[in-house]
């Protein structure tokens, strides 16, 4: 069912892989739409600034900031969404949402690490455009919707504490309509002292095989562009350049990789990457020890409606699918760490 990197390279003229697709609606996005807070009454009463502040580069909580952050627990946009909030012992916080079980937020420090595009839409009208967003059974285009259905269906809370949370994602009457198979997801995130650790467990529940893809399409803050190097193992890496004709292999020939035009580009074989940010210093170690091989970078250079200057896509995948025989299991484990450069 899925497409080869090599067959990919000139199947792709007109598709991106990384667009998402609404499920319906035409509603009108507003930045207070996201806001996150501690209660749904706290919600109502932090401003558009003040979310704009929770989210800055470098900025450091106000002292109601920090109250707010210091509850844990499920609690709901205002929007109607429900989300998880995490919260550790050195007031670090994690946002996981429910609808599409993806983390939107992971503030270190007072100082935001994961993304969420200004355009996103936190109603459930269409896929979260930001956070650790799934792509599974599928990624990019294929024989399903682009990116499969993961990132559009509620997942239920199977387990949580005040750092963690277990999220599961069982086949339903929607997700049979398009990809007819016996699996059982459990996606679990934990907000430790020193980094934020992922994990997505897939099982094969049935007797027969079946075929899939993993990605984690993550969005991290920046700065600004120009302030941003991504080091790992890229020099001497082949990559598909999904943005030269219909795509082209490119082999890589710079240590560090430096974004000055839209990027959409495949890396096999490249699962380290370091984002080292010159406009506040830090550094994010993306720590992938198991199931995902690749890496993607995309960003839609010059967008402004996207709010391309302040995040880029590093995202964590497993591009050559997968064959899970019945009762085997699959682990993709992801941490995010910070460091000062």
Not at 102 to 111: I, N, W
Not at 229 to 255: H, P
Not at 307 to 320: A, I, L, M, P
Request: net charge negative; with cysteine; proline share 3%.
């Amino acid at each position: 069912m899925m497409l080869s990197l090599s067959i990919l390279a000139t199947a792709l003229a007109s598709a991106n892989g990384f667009s998402t697709s609404p499920i319906a609606s035409n509603a009108v996005f507003s930045r207070s739409s996201v806001v996150l807070s501690a209660s749904k009454n706290k919600a109502k009463t932090i401003s558009r600034t003040k979310w704009a502040e929770a989210r800055g580069y470098g900025s450091t909580a106000s002292s109601e900031e920090t109250v707010t952050a210091a509850s844990s627990g499920l609690m709901t946009n205002d929007e109607g969404l429900e989300y998880v909030r995490l919260v550790n012992a050195n007031g670090d916080t994690s946002d996981v949402y429910l609808y599409g079980g993806v983390v939107t937020s992971y503030v270190v420090g007072g100082q935001e690490y994961i993304a969420v595009r200004p355009d996103a839409k936190m109603d459930g009208s269409k896929p979260i455009s930001g956070g650790l967003s799934h792509c599974w059974p599928q990624f990019g285009p294929g024989e399903i919707q682009q990116h499969g259905f993961a990132r559009n269906v509620n997942w239920t809370v199977k387990s949580m504490t005040e750092t963690t949370v277990e999220l599961e994602m069982a086949p339903s009457d929607y997700t049979k309509a398009m990809w007819d198979k016996e699996f059982l997801c459990t996606f679990s995130v934990a907000l430790e002292d020193d980094k934020l650790s992922t994990k997505m467990f897939v099982e094969n529940k049935g007797e027969e095989s079946f075929d899939f893809q993993a990605a984690l399409h993550s969005y991290f803050t920046v700065s600004a562009m120009n302030n941003l190097s991504i080091a790992g193992s890229f020099k001497g890496k082949e990559f598909l350049n999904k943005m030269v004709g219909g795509g082209e292999m490119q082999t890589e020939d710079r240590d560090e990789i430096t974004i000055s035009e839209e990027y959409d580009r495949v890396y096999m074989g490249v699962n380290d990457p370091v984002l080292k940010d010159s406009g506040i210093g830090k550094t994010l170690t993306v720590l992938n020890t198991a199931g995902y091989e690749d890496t993607v970078l995309w960003n839609p250079y010059g967008n402004e409606g996207m709010g391309y200057n302040n995040f880029v896509c590093v995202e964590s995948v497993k591009f050559n699918p997968v064959t899970l025989e019945g009762g085997a299991t699959w682990t993709g484990d992801m941490a995010l760490m910070v460091g000062d450069m």
